[in-house]
């Protein structure tokens, strides 16, 4: 608040500076008299920093079946780790995150029945950034029901150290004769080897035979570990394979 007094019978210019804001101020002045000025931390209502405004990041999501056949690119979910910021993708697959600082992000891509794909992000301005097309693969329907130890035949390389047979359940209709199904063969140096931890990944693939055998959907799958391979991944000493 600024307290002024006055004796001018004219039309008064009042410059003053109040909170490290300037401000002018106009009125009539007749004789002696006390002008009572207030004001606010603003000037006429304008804050002249306004707020910045973050990045828009947008992008596509695309969507195939188990045999590599598109599928509907809606309804695929695109969050950043460690937050509640998230969008859903529409029929086209499209996506659009507002309003992000600076930063590195982590982005979750998800949808049912197609597992989590993370996908690494660094925005370095406010400028938009455009991801090129994401690919969600659906579940394989391929199972191992079970692993069983087997000795060495006649055909084993001198050098193989284990070997074991898979039966696997594949979908008929999906991979009839001669389409390949195909499983993931994970190895590691821990009994903690997954999917996400792992020193080695091999996709194995066969198909059925033909003609198709008598009972379909389930078949055997010879899997052999060499001491040459093994040693070459770093895995080296005595390993038991479990």
Same mark, same amino acid.
């Given at each position: 608040?600024?307290l002024?007094?006055?004796?001018q019978? !004219?039309?008064?210019?009042?410059?003053f500076? &109040?909170m490290?804001?300037? $401000? =002018?101020?106009?009125?009539?002045?007749l #004789?002696s008299?006390?002008?009572m000025i207030?004001?606010c931390?603003?000037?006429?209502g304008?804050?002249?920093?306004?707020a910045a405004i973050g990045?828009i990041?947008?992008g596509?999501v695309?969507?195939?079946d188990?045999?590599?056949?598109p599928m509907?690119?809606?309804?695929?979910?695109?969050?950043?780790e460690?937050?509640?910021?998230?969008?859903?993708?529409?029929? !086209?697959?499209?996506?659009?995150?507002?309003? &992000?600082?600076?930063?590195? $992000? =982590?982005l979750?891509?998800?949808r049912? #029945?197609m597992?989590t794909l993370?996908?690494?992000l660094?925005i370095?301005?406010?400028a938009p950034?455009?991801?090129s097309?994401?690919?969600?693969?659906q579940e394989s329907?391929?199972?191992?029901?079970s692993?069983?130890?087997?000795?060495?035949y006649?055909?084993?390389?001198?050098?193989?150290?284990a070997a074991?047979?898979?039966?696997?359940a594949y979908?008929p209709?999906?991979?009839?004769a001669?389409?390949?199904?195909?499983?993931m063969?994970?190895?590691?140096n821990t009994s903690e080897?997954s999917?996400?931890s792992?020193?080695?990944?091999?996709q194995?693939s066969?198909?059925?035979s033909?003609?198709?055998?008598?009972i379909?959907?389930i078949?055997k799958?010879?899997?052999?570990f060499?001491?040459s391979s093994l040693?070459?991944l770093?895995?080296?000493g005595v390993?038991?394979?479990?």
């Open positions: 608040m600024l002024v007094t006055t004796k019978t !004219q039309v008064e210019r009042l410059y500076t &109040l490290n804001k300037s $401000y =002018v101020s106009a009125g009539f002045v #004789g008299s006390l002008c207030t004001s931390n603003k000037s006429n304008v804050d002249p920093t306004p990045a990041v947008s596509v695309l969507a195939q188990e045999v590599l056949q509907s690119e809606a309804g695929s979910t695109v969050m950043i460690g937050t509640d910021k998230k969008a859903l993708t529409d029929a !086209q697959g499209s996506f659009e995150l507002r309003d &992000l600082k600076l930063g590195k $992000y =982590v979750n891509v998800s049912a #029945g597992g993370r996908y690494e660094e370095k301005s406010p950034v455009d991801i097309s994401i690919m969600l693969d329907s391929t199972q191992v029901l692993m069983t130890p087997v000795g060495k006649m055909h084993s390389l001198a050098d193989e150290v074991f047979e898979c039966q696997i979908n209709q999906l991979y009839p001669p389409k390949l199904y195909s499983m063969l994970f190895l590691g080897v999917n996400t792992y020193v080695s990944a091999t194995l066969q198909s059925e033909t003609p198709a055998p008598a379909r959907g078949a799958m010879r899997i052999a060499h001491a040693n070459s770093g895995l080296q390993t038991r394979y479990t």
